[in-house]
């Protein structure tokens, strides 16, 4: 990748438009990017970090601040960057999210992220994310990679020098992605311990199994289990458990025995309960035929009775058949009382209907004359508002005018900030011309005293040849009473000339600068003239008056500016008056607009209305005749059917009818309750004399048995059944948890066994990747192929270091740690080879530290370069860090960097140090403006 063309627009410290061509530095070699602290020169980087992957380049910077806080409000915040990529251009437009004005209205509106990337044939990609993600594979490497290998950014020239074995296992893992080996290391070591949990946890539940055990002391085994509960190592006690079969087979012989004791007693109680069980059944057969002869005669005199109440119903058969006939007979007529019912209704309904009709149509009518009143209302409002069109275009033509009055009061403002910049370029020219003229007097000065003393010489020499009382060459007196003396030191005719030379050279530039104030003097009242022409033409008020003898720069000139501005300024205000009542004036028209428009649409729905209400009570007027008609019907038809029914309605019919069912009802229910009594007693005095027999013939020919006797041995053998029960589930209790623990205690140790064998070799394993061998240095598995890494990173960066410091200094990777207790395996040290010393990195000074830092930073970029896949990038920037360098040291350094131009790389050096910018020419110049923001100048 290398870069063609970076646009900023009011980004970072840059508030307006910059655009950096770096094609004006031939595409390859070094140059500087210089200027003053805080104006902008990482900003560059950043931008182009941002054009690409949308963030900053580095922690402190975030793109969400890359708006410009020195831009104007108007101005649009993006970046755009043309660059090379495989021999094809490719373009990126991307603007962070930020707040600008809304186009519609006023306040903020947030302005979203967004980004374009077009490249060969046209070819778009849009969007932030997706942009991104087409950079990355276009070029290879994440923003990560980009900023390593591309940028060796302020402030991180010690960091991977300085740091210990554990900070650079960190780096290296971001770098390299070595984050796998150190997953890989963690679980080893998550097993190992997963491992030596389980196997703790064996011992535990074969310890708990052993506590569980039940055996009393004097038992069998008791007290070999006590010695096998003291053990450490459970699962090589396997011997020991015999003790638990011993107890286990003397407790089962003991349980059989129980179960034999059991077995008897539950036969002979079971013979006691047949001899009780009969003797029982006797006595219960006698005591239950003594209750039905007791039953018997209490129910024969209750049979007479009830026979003769039966008796008594029977004779209101003949009453209860006349009241059935009534019943059916008044339950046929109650369907006419019923349908006369229906018409009486129907003929209230009806009448209802009518008085509805009526009500309705008076409403109908009264809507109507409301609707005639709102048609009359809504046609003298739609008569003034007719001349809204006409008022519309008036105030168009108005809001013309005063954006043509807008545009002339920008121009004066223009034009009087162009006269401001034209003043203070005069005072410039001035000042260069007074400094010129200054040189020039003092070199005529210099000249003038040369020459009086070239011609002093002269003289000298001549007087030096007179002869007291010879005649003088030049005036012929024979006498001469003061000869000029000779001087000692005499100017000669090259000096006279190299100063006569300067004078003349001076006078020249004295004469242009002289042009050069004089022009742009003219220039200046030019200005100020078109400004007085412009100002003069502001309607309403009185043109500012010139005055004709005033020096550009004096009080009248501020005075001028000043009364210039306030008078803009005011006209400024009353337009912005003027628009605000002009808009007010469009909204009201608008809102008239709009209300005309509701008018007519509600006169045209009024007129509907009318219409609707004139025809729905034409209808309603059809609809009463018609209900009077069937009033009257209907009135005829109750009246017929009235005069052949015995009662006056259904209510009166319904209620005899219910009379003569309650009647019958009652009569039949006293009936089927003498029946059910008598046919209840009649049966249960029945079922008594059947039961009374069947007991006779039970108790026919049996003997008495002496059942308290047979009580007693039984309730003896119960208790002792008892006790028998209670000794068996002991024992029975305890054979099942001693068995279990027995299962349980060798399913654990063949368990064990195997785990012991896998632990073994597991904590070998997990000692080796995770550097904890004993007596060995603790170099962990990621950390060794880390090693392979950092050998080639100082390989690199060894090329470099020995060539910056004359052959003197090289980096080596230490072989032993200083202690064996830390982590070791990345440890830095600096072999002198002018003493054949090795020493700590720590121990170089600040230039040595910078020169070793940014050799190790170069060889860094190349690794990473060569561990992504080859990637090409044509393009370096290094940021600071020269300023700690002597001469010699920055020769080197400078030469070193010179040759990561070979080929056709472009790098940039970030530094205001004075004596880089001697020794590289082409630079982009960054500077401060006082108006606030940035600027960026290529100087070849």
């Known amino acids: 990748m290398k870069p063609i063309c970076l646009t900023i627009s009011a980004f970072g410290s840059y508030a307006g438009l910059e655009t950096i061509d770096f094609t004006k530095f031939g595409g390859k070699g070094l140059y500087l990017i210089t200027g003053d602290t805080g104006a902008g020169k990482t900003t560059i980087f950043d931008a182009i970090v941002f054009a690409l992957y949308g963030e900053a380049s580095g922690s402190v910077r975030q793109s969400d601040l890359f708006r410009s806080k020195y831009a104007a409000a108007e101005t649009e915040t993006y970046v755009e960057f043309r660059f090379l990529c495989r021999g094809r251009e490719y373009q990126i437009k991307r603007n962070p999210e930020y707040l600008r004005p809304a186009k519609r209205g006023k306040g903020m509106t947030l302005q979203k992220g967004d980004a374009v990337l077009s490249g060969p044939n046209d070819c778009l990609t849009c969007g932030y994310k997706n942009v ?540 089927e309750e003498a029946q059910k009594a008598y046919t209840d007693c009649s049966g249960n005095v029945w079922l008594l004399e059947k039961q009374s027999e069947a007991l006779e013939e039970q108790l026919d020919g049996s003997e008495r048995i002496d059942m308290e006797r047979y009580e007693r041995e039984r309730d003896e053998l119960l208790q002792n059944r008892k006790e028998l029960h209670r000794i068996n589930n002991l024992l029975s209790a305890r054979l099942s948890v001693n068995r279990e623990a027995e299962q349980k205690i060798r399913r654990q140790q063949e368990k064990g066994g195997a785990l012991e064998q896998k632990l073994i070799w597991m904590k070998a394993l997990q000692d080796t990747v995770n550097g904890d061998v004993t007596g060995k240095e603790k170099i962990m598995f990621e950390t060794y192929i880390q090693m392979t890494y950092f050998e080639r990173i100082l390989s690199r960066a060894n090329t470099r270091f020995m060539q910056m410091t004359g052959g003197q200094y090289e980096l080596r990777r230490c072989a032993e740690a200083s202690n064996r207790k830390s982590q070791s395996g990345l440890d830095l040290e600096v072999i002198d080879h002018y003493n054949g010393t090795s020493r700590s990195v720590r121990t170089l000074s600040g230039g040595e530290s910078f020169m070793a830092s940014l050799s190790l930073a170069l060889g860094l970029s190349d690794e990473i370069q060569s561990a992504s896949g080859g990637i090409r990038l044509d393009a370096m920037f290094v940021d600071e860090g020269f300023g700690s360098l002597d001469e010699e040291s920055l020769n080197q350094a400078v030469k070193a960097l010179r040759d990561l131009t070979e080929g056709d790389r472009l790098v940039g050096i970030i530094s205001h140090v004075p004596e880089l910018k001697e020794r590289i020419s082409r630079q982009i110049l960054v500077t401060k403006e006082r108006s606030g923001g940035s600027k960026a100048r290529i100087v070849i």
């Open 132 to 671: 991104t993600c087409e950079v990355e594979a276009l070029l290879g490497i994440d923003k990560g990679q980009f900023v390593q290998i591309v940028m060796i950014a302020q402030g991180d020239f010690q960091k991977l020098l300085l740091s210990s074995t554990s900070e650079r296992i960190t780096i290296f893992r971001e770098l390299f992605g070595t984050g796998h080996y150190r997953t890989f290391q963690e679980q080893v070591k998550e097993t190992y311990l997963d491992l030596r949990r389980e196997y703790e946890d064996i011992q535990k539940s074969i310890r708990l199994y052993l506590d569980g055990i039940r055996v009393e002391k004097g038992e069998v085994g008791y007290d070999t289990i006590s010695a096998l509960r003291k053990e450490k190592n459970l699962l090589s006690a396997e011997k020991s458990l015999e003790a638990v079969d011993e107890l286990l087979s003397a407790d089962e012989n003991t349980q059989k025995e129980l179960q034999e004791k059991i077995g008897k007693a539950d036969g002979d109680l079971e013979q006691i309960n047949q001899i009780l069980g009969k003797a029982g059944q006797e006595r219960k057969a006698r005591k239950q035929q003594e209750q039905i002869q007791n039953r018997l005669k209490e129910l024969l005199p209750q049979l007479e009775e009830r026979r003769a109440a039966l008796a008594g119903q029977e004779s209101y058969t003949a009453e209860r058949e006349q009241l059935r006939e009534q019943i059916i007979k008044d339950s046929e007529q109650l369907k006419s009382y019923r349908d006369l019912e229906l018409l009486r209704k129907k003929l209230e309904q009806q009448k209802q209907e009518q008085e509805r009709l009526k009500e309705k149509r008076k409403r109908k009518e009264g809507r109507r004359q409301e609707l005639l009143a709102q048609k009359e209302e809504l046609s003298h409002v739609l008569e003034s508002l007719d001349n809204l069109e006409v008022e519309w275009q008036k105030l168009t033509s108005q809001q013309e005018r005063l954006g043509e009055r807008k545009r002339e009061l920008r121009s004066i403002r223009e034009m009087l900030a162009e006269t401001q910049n034209a003043k203070e370029r005069l005072f410039q020219v001035q000042y260069v011309y007074r400094t010129a003229l200054d040189v020039y007097l003092k070199r005529n000065q210099e000249f003038q005293d040369l020459y009086q003393s070239y011609l002093d010489a002269e003289a000298g020499m001549f007087s030096s040849k007179l002869v007291p009382g010879e005649p003088c060459p030049v005036c012929g007196s024979t006498h001469h009473p003061q000869p000029a003396p000779v001087l000692q030191k005499i100017p000669d005719r090259e000096q006279l000339k190299e100063a006569e030379k300067a004078v003349n050279q001076s006078s020249k530039e004295v004469q242009e600068k002289s042009a050069a104030a004089a022009a742009q003097k003219s220039r200046v009242e030019s200005l100020e003239n078109a400004l007085l022409v412009q100002i003069s033409q502001i309607p309403g008020k009185d043109p500012i008056q010139k005055e004709d003898n005033r020096i550009p720069g004096n009080a009248n000139d501020d005075q001028l500016t000043e009364r210039a501005e306030g008078l803009i300024k005011e006209q400024e205000e009353a337009l912005e008056k003027a628009v605000h009542a002009l808009e007010e004036r469009q909204r009201k028209n608008q809102q008239d607009q709009l209300k005309k428009q509701r008018t007519e649409k509600l006169l045209h729905e009024t007129v509907l209305q009318i219409e609707l209400q004139q025809k729905e009570a034409e209808e309603l007027g059809a609809a009463l005749v018609l209900a009077e008609a069937q009033i009257t019907a209907g009135r005829e038809e109750i009246t017929r059917q009235s005069i052949r029914l015995e009662y006056g309605d259904v209510r009166e019919a319904s209620c005899k009818l219910e009379e003569k069912k309650e009647k019958l009802q009652k009569l039949e229910c006293a009936y």
